[in-house]
């Protein structure tokens, strides 16, 4: 597929997330997404446009308890192309108390998505749950883990099982873990 690119591109999106630790057992996730065009180019009506950012947003979301769960959110529009962007900017509000469990991005769509909301906020908290997943775990990592007893208290089962084929049930790293949950325990005896 690469072969078939031969010109410059002409629009790139950017998106960051990073993970703060925040008490003992909360995180504070802050996502920004950008959107550049690359190219001069024309609006509907004819109107010459420039190279130059069109998104540059962000949502900062308080997570905590388990499962993950939002517990505050906000956002910010610092460049948007229509003046009316800014009115959404609120309905962030609506995904207080989802938890990042399956069903996260139906559940979100629901409370956000088409007139409820804006589709980059959206799309950017969508993209969000997965990394703060990563972060919190990463953050509560420091301190060092009751070993489960047995593969239903391993603690992030709910938001692994079935994620992906890998973690399927039976898969190979649930087996991994359950082998492994099994040789701790017994060497702890």
Known sequence: MRSLITEAPVHERKVEIKTYPFGEKEVIVEGRLTDNRLIDGYRWDGEKRTPGV???LGVILRLGGWPLTILDAEAEMVNIPHGQCGVTISSVAKIIGIAIVAGFTEEVRRRLGGIKGCTHLTYLIVAMAPAALHGFWTSASRVPPKIPGSLEEFPA???LKNSCTLWREGGPLMKEI???I????NKER
């Open 157 to 159: 089962l709910k938001q």
């Open 178 to 180: 359950a082998d492994t």
């Open 182 to 185: 099994e040789r701790l325990n």
């Open 54 to 56: 069109v998104h540059r």
